[in-house]
């Protein structure tokens, strides 16, 4: 079991340009989330989605889209990278059929900078 | 609206010393908590969690929690902390209400550093 993989791992861009970071789990979870990682700020909830065929907004989704690609993949775009978009983001994903367990596991990350 | 936070952004420890990490959190409802750890470069591993049930639980790699219900905190306790045991630590409430997904909320983390 690979668990949650992440790619790229790093990936720097310049403002404007666009990307698609992207997320796989093979522990057949129903529930995948993104997040944010900024200093002091905790993680916050860009976008998850609950099961496949549906994605709902979390705390701070401008500037992404998403896509549940299949139950196993969950991808996150930036259209048009700005320079407030420079975070470390995390894939996770949860354990099906124990909605009040919701223990959630994390990718490695993906270090991103804008210029 | 459903928050957590931990009021330490740095907690400096002796190596062989307890350690305590501090979380409250504000709920309505049952809360259900969790801590995470990150290591540098990582993701954010499971350490514990409370649903129910006893106020102490104990997690993984000698870690304990316990939930206070009449303080609202869940603070992190480890009786002898290690050097390894340096990371940042994540307390977490279960988002509640119309969540189909199992959202997470996060404290902002707690950076311990354990000196030998």
């Known amino acids: 079991n690979a668990g949650v993989t992440q790619t790229p791992k790093f990936q720097v861009l310049k403002t404007g340009q666009s990307m698609t970071l992207q997320c796989a789990q093979d522990?057949?979870?129903?529930?995948m989330y993104w997040y944010r990682q900024d200093p002091g700020m905790g993680l916050r909830l860009i976008y998850y989605?609950?099961?496949?065929?549906?994605?709902d907004k979390g705390e701070v989704p401008n500037g992404y889209n998403v896509s549940r690609l299949n139950k196993r993949e969950f991808s996150l775009r930036l259209e048009s990278a700005a320079p407030s978009q420079t975070s470390v983001y995390f894939c996770?994903?949860?354990?099906?059929?124990?909605?009040?367990?919701?223990?959630?596991?994390f990718g490695p990350g993906t270090r991103l900078t804008v210029l | 609206a459903q928050s957590v936070a931990q009021p330490e952004d740095q907690v400096n420890v002796a190596e062989g010393n307890p350690l305590t990490v501090k979380c409250t959190y504000s709920?309505?409802?049952?809360?259900?908590l969790f801590w995470y750890v990150q290591y540098p470069n990582r993701g954010l591993q499971f350490l514990l969690k409370y649903i129910t049930g006893d106020n102490l639980v104990k997690g993984s790699y000698g870690f304990e929690a316990e939930f206070n219900k009449s303080q609202t905190s869940f603070h992190l306790k480890k009786p002898s902390a290690l050097v390894s045991d340096s990371a940042l630590y994540f307390c977490?409430?279960?988002?509640?209400?119309?969540?189909?997904?199992?959202?997470?909320?996060f404290g902002q983390g707690t950076e311990l550093s354990v000196k030998p």
């Open positions: 977490a409430v279960r988002d509640i209400g119309n969540n189909q997904g199992g959202k997470l909320i």
């Open positions: 989605s609950a099961s496949e065929g549906t994605t």
């Open positions: 709920v309505s409802g049952n809360p259900y």
């Open positions: 996770a994903s949860t354990i099906p059929g124990l909605a009040r367990a919701d223990t959630q596991y």
């Open positions: 522990m057949n979870h129903n529930s």
